[in-house]
């Protein structure tokens, strides 16, 4: 049955939220935001600048970690996109999961792969290897492991 | 059930609640197998390579078209709710700007799409 229409908005009702929900409420916006500019020049560097998908492997992720710009920007995507992501389907979970039980186990499952994706992510951004010993070297990035002398 | 007044439901506002609901989730979980895929670089540049290169493939190539697709939805959508929280002007005009968002979505997706397909079909 179709609702009735209104021809304008209702006036605008204060919210109350838990100071916690608030600043999640908050943080899901403000992150949004910036992770628009971080992934679209993300995808835009990735898959549409030089041969785009065909150009990704080892040697391409070298070139680009070299450069603490590359190693940052990506860290704070990774962090961003986890939080908010978690906020997301926590969002879900209190939406659609009806006993308290599921909730419980969901939430619990949601913050530890947060966890280990934020964790995970960051150690291999930040302990990196762009010339691992024993590699063939037509799987690295020549000219960069030869700048640092590994080559 | 009473039907309360309403701006929302059955139309384009709703529809657009379900699509953000919807590549939210898709999203979220690529971006669990992305960070892992993307640890096999502290693995061995072989077995990053090989993963890598199935993603080169004409299958994986339309999955990730299609990726984009739903983070280009979720990231413009997600600025439209922004704006109607924020303007009286563009809560009025909601479901004007979740046709401004298909209209964003359309015109990246035709310069993104066949840039893309093009690596993905026509490479190597």
């Not at chain 2, 990053?48 to 493939?57: E, L």
Request: proline share 5%.
């Amino acid at each position: 049955m179709a609702a009735p229409e209104l021809s304008q908005p209702l006036p605008r009702t204060r919210r109350r939220l838990t100071p916690a929900l608030r600043w999640w409420w908050i943080f899901q916006r403000v992150s949004g935001v910036v992770l628009v500019a971080l992934i679209f020049t993300h995808l835009f560097y990735n898959l549409v600048l030089g041969d785009g998908v065909s150009q990704i492997d080892f040697g391409f992720v070298a070139g680009k970690w070299a450069s603490p710009v590359w190693q940052w920007w990506d860290f704070t995507m990774l962090v961003l996109a986890m939080l908010h992501g978690m906020n997301g389907m926590s969002y879900l979970i209190g939406d659609y999961a009806s006993t308290k039980r599921s909730r419980t186990t969901l939430s619990a499952l949601l913050g530890a792969a947060t966890a280990i994706i934020i964790v995970l992510g960051t150690l291999v951004i930040f302990t990196f290897d762009p010339c691992p010993s024993g590699a063939d070297p037509q799987n690295l990035n020549v000219p960069l492991c030869q700048e640092l002398g590994k080559l | 059930m009473p039907s309360t007044p309403t701006l929302y439901r059955g139309h384009e506002g709703m529809w657009m609640w379900i699509v953000h609901r919807a590549t939210g989730v898709a999203v979220f979980f690529f971006l669990l197998v992305h960070v892992l895929d993307t640890a096999l670089v502290r693995v061995s540049p072989e077995a990053y390579n090989q993963v890598i290169g199935s993603y080169k493939t004409p299958l994986y190539g339309l999955v990730e078209a299609g990726l984009v697709a739903a983070i280009v939805l979720h990231a413009f959508n997600g600025l439209r709710i922004i704006a109607v929280d924020q303007w009286t002007w563009a809560l009025r005009h909601q479901k004007l700007l979740v046709w401004v968002v298909w209209g964003i979505f359309v015109v990246l997706m035709a310069g993104f799409l066949p840039r893309h397909l093009g690596n993905v079909f026509g490479g190597e």
